[in-house]
């Protein structure tokens, strides 16, 4: 019996500010990735430099649309304006992706 490949997971990453000026975009981007992913999303915000609400709210909505599909949606790099914001909503441990902070900025 052969063994089963593992499918890498599909990743995005978001190199922008996710902001309310360019919302619409983002989700659309995120949103189509997600559907196009097999089991699973990588979102890479490492490059993200600033992020508000509205960017808050896309990423709750992928992480819901993920788990409505059976998908997982994971953030796998956090900009330090992401880890600031999750903190500040104190979302971190409800989005359960680990935050990595690079040696440069401990």
Do not use: W
């Not at 995120?30 to 709210?57: K, P």
């Not at 992480?63 to 790099?77: F, N």
């Amino acid at each position: 019996m052969p063994a089963r490949k593992k499918k890498s997971p599909a990743r995005i990453a978001i190199g922008e500010d996710m902001s309310i000026y360019n919302a619409a975009a983002h989700k659309q981007q995120l949103l189509d990735a997600l559907a196009g992913a097999a089991d699973r999303l990588e979102i890479d915000l490492s490059a993200v430099a600033e992020i508000d609400t509205a960017g808050f709210q896309l990423l709750m909505l992928v992480k819901r649309e993920a788990r409505c599909l059976g998908k997982q949606a994971q953030i796998v790099a956090h900009s330090e304006a992401v880890r600031e914001l999750l903190d500040f909503y104190n979302m971190a441990a409800e989005f359960g992706d680990p935050l990595l902070i690079p040696a440069h900025q401990a």
